[in-house]
């Protein structure tokens, strides 16, 4: 008897919710940089009203610059590992593709379909 295809639910289950939870990895390393922009705006502001000096905001510069770069570097390396978890979710669902059956008065039966070896490709015995 002729039979379809049958998707295996718990592994796609599995690998959706990887693809979701880094997409919440990079959604929240990027919260968390909006947050030191916002802070050193706020000293920026303070600076400006007079409320702290110009050398405390100087020391600030070198440890925020440091803490962008590092989620940025974060960021890059989770959007990479998603990158990844995307191709191997696309190689699963191309395993999903469907079977070619026959249908005749005799029943239904499974096309198997070969791939031809080109001419130009393979050399010829002599």
Known sequence: MATEKEMN?????????????????????????QVVINDFS?????YHQGKISEKALA?????IRKELQRLSKEIRKNINELGRE???TKSFAQHQSPKNFRVSVSGISSSKRTKKASHRTHKRKR
């Open 9 to 33: 639910e718990a592994a796609f289950d599995k690998i959706a919710s990887e693809l979701d939870a880094s997409a919440e990895i990079i959604r929240s390393r990027q919260d968390q940089k």
């Open 42 to 46: 706020k000293e920026r502001k303070r």
């Open 59 to 63: 020391a600030s510069v070198p440890r």
């Open 86 to 88: 995307a191709s191997r």
